[in-house]
C-alpha cells in the first residue's frame, strides 16, 4: 500500500540494501525534494555535488547512480516515467527563502519537512544537505541561468530509486507556493517500498 505524503509535510522511510523506492507525482505538479542518508553511518549521505561530478551533467535521469559524500553509489534511478526533469542544482525551501520573497509569518519549508521527519527515526543532523528535487523543471541556458517553470510531469508519474546499502530516505512535499516551482499549488504525493527483486 502507498504512503501518503501530505501536501506541504514529509516522510521518512527506512530501506534495506536492495529494496527499492517508488515515489509517485499523484497529481503532476508536485515536486518532491528528496534525501538519503546511510541508515548505519548518516554522515554519509546523498550529495548532489558529488553526483554531478560523477555523471558529469547537471541533471539525472534513468540508470544514473546518485553518489554519497564518501563518493560511494547510495540510489540508482531505475525508473522514470515522467520527462525526466528532475533538478540537483538548487538548494532545500527554506526560512530564508520565505524572508527574501517577502513572506514575514511562518512558511513551511522543505528544510524544516526534512528534520521533522528524521526526527521520527531519533535522527537528528545540524545542516540540510542539498536535495534531489524529483519532479523540479530547473532548466539552464547556454549562459548559465537558471529559471524555476512548473513540473513536466503528469498525474500518477514516477521515479523508482533502488538502494545500494541500508538507507533512511526522508521526501518532502515541496510547500513552495510564491513560485512556480509546484505551478502554484502545493498538494499530495505518494511513495511504496518496493521488495528487493
Known sequence: ???????????????KAGEALKIINTHGNQVLDTWAFNANDP????S?????????????????ALASNHRRTILTIEQDTSP???DILLCACNAWIYREL?????????????HEALSEFGLQI????????????????????????????RPGDYVVLRTACDVIVAISSCPQDITAVNAGRPSDAEFEVIAAG
Do not use: Q
Open 102 to 114: 517577502g513572506i514575514t509569518a511562518y512558511h513551511r519549508s522543505c528544510s524544516d519537512n526534512l
Open 126 to 153: 545540524p545542516w540540510t544537505p542539498s536535495p534531489l528535487n524529483l519532479f523540479m523543471n530547473v532548466p539552464v541556458d547556454p549562459e548559465g541561468r537558471l529559471d524555476r517553470l512548473p513540473p513536466e510531469s
Open 43 to 46: 554522515s554519509e549521505y546523498m
Open 84 to 86: 525526466g526533469r528532475h
Open 1 to 15: 500500500m502507498p504512503t501518503l505524503i501530505p501536501a506541504r509535510y514529509g516522510k521518512a522511510v527506512r530501506l
Open 48 to 64: 548532489m555535488a558529488h553526483t554531478r561530478s560523477r555523471n558529469s551533467r547537471i541533471f539525472v535521469s534513468r540508470d544514473d
